[in-house]
């Protein structure tokens, strides 16, 4: 643990979760996973939005970037296109994400920007008390869905592998090894890689739903995940009602900032013996 | 050697914008703003510079943004529906203090309103459209000169004051086309961000609370600190304390403030002996300006006040000159904005009258000098 600490901000803790929170144990997670690859804590700059899972880089001892609801992605496109050298996180919820963010979200993946996105997904909006998010699967209770969410959801794996991501993955709190495991692999990715973190909102989603304590919650997340490996040998009724975990697709392709550093390398051969200042202008030709 | 071009607005504020060191553009397109991307586009992977076409204009906003935290000099371009879309991010910009400039080339609106035809209708939009009271500076530039110059003011104000800039032009000056001739890059006053010296005891966000400016680190340089659009102290955290937030609110206000007799810009035409003053910008202060000196060929003592700088106003002159005209007309493309900062300003020295246009054309000279002459429209 104590490699890992170097990576808080130890005079900001202890944060403002909630007791029984997942997001410190996510938070953790992606710390461990840090401290394992040795990353140099000047070199990464950790993006997030607003919500409770994205008040987590404020904890951490990195530039760190807490921007507006559902924007995390395009400030850090932003971040990324500007300085490729930098390692860029991005810790978003499923609201924050794929809400108000989902535009953004589809677009990184698709440019297949090198940027690590851990997405906090508890399932609800837990940062205004408890409304259903588009991660809340059907029939659950928030506080704008009172007689149960009548809304399909997200499978956010599939969005992330059908509009480009290059390394998907998922785990939950229960299964934090693995999730350190798979952020580890993300991180190592050169490409836009997504993270699900499934993660139990004790105070909103399961105080409503009924789902008991926190500890009921991780045994649900227990219970319910399946590793895609032990999956492929199982029939398909035993599937029912269960979700993946796992690595759930890897495919390295070119990378966005890369290609336009090319871009750029061959364009400054064409015009090497500019100075600097103002150009002739391609468009002044009339 | 003299370096002189025909161009249209849109390519000098893009061209202004690259002598200024611009080397990030995000945007999104929308006429008739176009061409600045088209340019950016261009110009900029020829240089090491970086260009992106983001998927709308606020994730544009949001990428100038981490772009400008990163060092770099950013920009994007839009008009009214895109400029919409912007507003939640240029407050994150006011209050984290990043300097990022938005060149807004006017068209009418609301909504898709007519895209080709110019307007002037975002004055106060400009100036207010984020929630909040917030800090923001509009240049106002009233041809396609003005358009190279003051897109490199707008990057000098927003590194040197760390505030959002917009530079407010419309369809007829992004499109028009002028001879300009452009300066000697060396000739060009260029400012940068000031930035902390050493990492020791760096509190990115310490200033003179009377609108002092704080020192920017960039990402990637070893400060490690905390950019947030919560209120937050001199560390860069988040503070809740109202007192905190009462402080920071009015150093950001007071930034811009303390700022305005070093960024004034204005043009007059006999102003010294007149009677009547006009007061335009941008392209109402073509028609304006000719209109002026028709009257004067009649015999009429009129004169005309185009503010460049529109946000914050040069309120000092104006209120040394309405002190001594009888009449003022504010004409404008919209249905009366500017006119009532002048209105304020000028409080009862002078009546103020509002010559308005919104049909998507020019003011004619005709129509100003009718207005001067008297015959109210
Ligand atoms: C533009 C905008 N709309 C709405 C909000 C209010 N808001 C803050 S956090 C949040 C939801 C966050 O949910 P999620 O991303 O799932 O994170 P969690 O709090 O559950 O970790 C909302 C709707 C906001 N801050 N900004
Ligand atoms: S409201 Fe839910 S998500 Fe937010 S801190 Fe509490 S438990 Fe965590």
Redesign the pocket.
């Known amino acids: 643990m104590s490699e890992s600490m170097k990576y808080f901000r130890e005079q900001r803790l202890p944060h403002i979760w909630c007791p029984g929170c997942g997001?410190g144990t996510v938070t953790g997670a992606l710390v461990r996973a840090i401290a394992r690859l040795n990353l140099d804590r000047s070199n990464v700059v950790v993006v997030s939005?607003?919500?409770?899972?994205?008040r987590a880089p404020g904890y951490l001892d990195f530039d760190t970037l807490h921007t507006?609801?559902?924007r995390a992605l395009a400030f850090a496109t932003g971040v990324k296109h500007s300085r490729p050298n930098l390692k860029v996180i991005v810790m978003?919820?499923?609201?924050?994400?794929t809400?108000?963010g989902g535009n953004h979200f589809i677009h990184a993946a698709r440019r297949n920007i090198d940027i690590t996105t851990i997405v906090?997904?508890?399932n609800?909006?837990?940062?205004?008390s408890g409304?259903f998010?588009p991660?809340t699967p059907k029939g659950m209770i928030g506080t704008t869905a009172p007689y149960g969410n009548s809304e399909r959801s997200f499978d956010l794996a599939n969005l992330a592998i059908a509009a480009g991501a290059t390394y998907v993955a998922r785990a939950t709190a229960y299964h934090a090894t693995l999730l350190e495991d798979l952020i580890e692999k993300a991180l190592l990715n050169k490409g836009f890689s997504v993270v699900e973190a499934v993660t139990q909102?004790p105070t909103y989603l399961g105080r409503r739903n009924k789902l008991g304590t926190a500890v009921d919650m991780l045994n649900w997340f227990k219970e319910s995940a399946v590793n895609i490996k032990a999956a492929k040998a199982m029939a398909p009724e035993k599937l029912e009602g269960k979700f993946m975990i796992g690595e759930l697709y890897n495919k390295p392709d070119s990378e966005f900032t890369a290609d336009y550093d090319q871009l750029v390398a061959q364009l400054q051969r064409k015009f090497d013996n500019f100075q600097g200042g103002v150009r002739e202008c391609a468009q002044n030709s009339d | 050697m003299t370096n002189v071009k025909l161009m249209q607005g849109n390519e000098a504020c893009t061209l202004g914008a690259l002598t200024a060191g611009m080397d990030f553009y995000a945007g999104y397109p929308i006429t008739p703003s176009t061409e600045v991307a088209e340019m950016c586009a261009v110009e900029l992977p020829k240089t090491g510079g970086r260009f992106i076409q983001m998927e709308d204009e606020i994730g544009s906003i949001a990428a100038i943004i981490g772009a400008a935290l990163t060092g770099r000099k950013a920009m994007t371009a839009t008009s009214g529906p895109g400029f919409s879309l912007m507003q939640?991010n240029i407050g994150y910009a006011a209050l984290t203090e990043v300097p990022i400039v938005i060149i807004n080339v006017q068209r009418v609106g609301p909504s898709t309103g007519m895209p080709t035809s110019p307007a002037q209708s975002d004055v106060m939009q400009a100036r207010w459209g984020t929630h909040g009271d917030h800090p923001v500076v509009v240049l106002a530039p009233g041809n396609v000169k003005e358009c190279f110059d003051l897109t490199i003011k707008a990057f000098n104000i927003s590194e040197e004051y760390r505030v959002p800039v917009i530079v407010l032009t419309d369809e007829v000056i992004g499109h028009m086309r002028e001879k300009v001739v452009l300066p000697d890059p060396a000739s060009v006053k260029i400012v940068n961000r000031s930035k902390p010296e050493t990492r020791t005891g760096y509190k990115p966000y310490e200033a003179d609370p009377d609108g002092g400016v704080p020192l920017m680190a960039s990402f990637g340089e070893g400060y490690r600190y905390h950019v947030t659009g919560l209120f937050h102290d001199e560390t860069g955290f988040p503070s809740n304390k109202g007192e905190n937030a009462a402080a920071s609110i009015k150093r950001l206000m007071r930034k811009v403030e303390k700022a305005e007799p070093d960024i004034r810009d204005y043009f007059t035409e006999n102003t010294d002996d007149c009677d009547v003053l006009v007061v335009a910008f941008g392209s109402s202060a073509m028609s304006s300006l000719s209109a002026v000196r028709q009257a004067r060929a009649k015999g009429v003592k009129a004169g005309l006040f185009r503010p460049k700088t529109i946000w914050p106003f040069p309120e000092t002159v104006l209120d040394e000159l309405s002190k001594r005209v009888k009449r003022i007309i504010v004409a404008e493309m919209n249905m009366g904005q500017l006119v009532l900062e002048i209105q304020r300003i000028v409080a009862c020295r002078a009546p103020v009258e509002s010559l308005t246009k919104v049909n998507g054309e020019l003011f004619r000279p005709e129509e100003v000098l009718e207005a001067i002459m008297g015959g109210k429209r």
């Not at chain 1, 939005?49 to 994205?54: F, K, L, T």
């Not at chain 1, 609800?124 to 205004?128: D, H, K, L």
């Open positions: 997001h939005g607003i919500g409770c899972s994205s507006t609801h559902g978003t919820g499923d609201g924050d994400c809400a108000i906090m997904n508890n609800i909006y837990g940062m205004t409304q998010s991660m909102c | 939640e």
